[in-house]
């Protein structure tokens, strides 16, 4: 295809896995090949008249042919387990409900895992020997699961559950950022710059002590 050198990248292919991933993948690759309204609609358009002008003419062929040229897309997307199960699709929208159907999963089935995550996320605490890396790597992780449903979580909530659940040592730091800083504008990322460089100071700080009580040691004897 030639709009798929103009993108210069393959689409996301798919195996089965992290269907919502590639969901959003997708969708954004065929919006970029102005070809997402195929999967939106399955409209024709309207036939031509009689005594066609040429631009008449390549107006009704090129919206017309979108519909192979997305199909022929998303069938090179399919490892052949997938492709089985939606070969006899004859359009663009009817192979995205298909997989929409198998892999997304009824609206009960989403409710209990989007509640799953946020009690997983209520519940996560930092552990001992945990660095504040490993700690945010883990809120985010739940945060993105609960994000791929289409559900809305603002920064402002991780931050607030961030500054809550992290040890004393980190108290000063924490109420530097309440008094410097607008909670409900500093974004995720800001703050655990922040608390990575005070995690930082406390460890050369540590390393300091344990240095002189070595020396100290060595001294007396």
Request: proline share 5%; glycine share 2%; net charge neutral.
């Amino acid at each position: 295809m030639t709009s798929r050198n103009f993108l210069g990248t393959d689409p996301p292919m798919f195996t089965g896995e992290n269907y919502h991933i590639w969901v959003i993948k997708m969708k954004a690759y065929l919006k970029a090949l102005s070809l997402w309204e195929t999967v939106e609609s399955e409209n024709d358009p309207p036939p031509l008249g009689p005594n066609p002008t040429v631009a008449q003419m390549k107006n009704y062929e090129d919206p017309k042919s979108k519909k192979p040229k997305t199909l022929t897309c998303l069938h090179s997307t399919f490892s052949d387990v997938i492709f089985i199960r939606i070969m006899a699709c004859e359009t663009p929208k009817e192979v995205w409900e298909k997989l929409k159907e198998e892999f997304d999963g009824s609206d009960r089935v989403k409710s209990v895992k989007l509640l799953t995550l946020k009690r997983e996320f209520e519940m996560l605490r930092i552990k001992e020997g945990d660095t504040v890396k490993e700690y945010s790597a883990k809120i985010l992780e739940i945060i993105n699961k609960i994000r791929l449903f289409g559900e809305t979580f603002p920064d402002s909530k991780v931050v607030e559950k961030m500054m809550i659940s992290l040890p004393a040592w980190f108290e000063s730091k924490i109420s530097a950022i309440e008094e410097s800083c607008d909670l409900k504008t500093l974004s995720v990322a800001e703050l655990i710059r922040k608390l990575q460089a005070q995690e930082q100071k406390t460890s050369i700080r540590d390393e300091e002590v344990e240095e002189m009580v070595f020396q100290a040691k060595n001294k007396d004897k």
